[in-house]
């Protein structure tokens, strides 16, 4: 089992930045695949960033070159700095971890961007 809380979420400016945590606890955090998703209203949740064991990455396209997904082992947690952001970041943000036929989720944070 494994237990992931969220935090960092907020009301941002539209090109201002937020860094969100994502805080594991239960089994070993190393051994877990992370990944960050999103899901705004009226819409599927959907990927946003992704890191491996191994710490290899991947990003959805919209968020390119304005997102950093992260982790520190030592402490559990795995980070998203998001950059520049737009009003279409406005979601609720998922924290997850995988591995095998394992798959545990966050509650959830809000982000909010608006003027």
């Known amino acids: 089992q494994v237990q992931l809380v969220e935090s960092g979420g907020g009301l941002v400016q539209p090109g201002g930045s937020l860094r969100l945590s994502c805080a594991a606890s239960?089994?070993?955090?190393?051994?877990?695949?992370m990944g960050w998703y999103h899901q705004a209203p009226g819409k599927q949740r959907e990927v946003v960033a992704h890191i491996t064991s191994g710490g290899n990455t991947n990003y959805a396209d919209s968020v390119k070159g304005r997102f950093t997904i992260s982790r520190d082992n030592a402490k559990n947690t795995v980070y998203l700095q998001m950059n520049s952001l737009k009003p279409e970041d406005t979601a609720v943000y998922y924290c997850?971890?995988?591995?095998?036929?394992?798959?545990?989720w966050g509650q959830g944070t809000q982000v909010t961007v608006s003027s």
């Open positions: 997850n971890a995988a591995r095998f036929l394992e798959s545990y």
């Open positions: 239960g089994s070993i955090f190393s051994t877990y695949a």
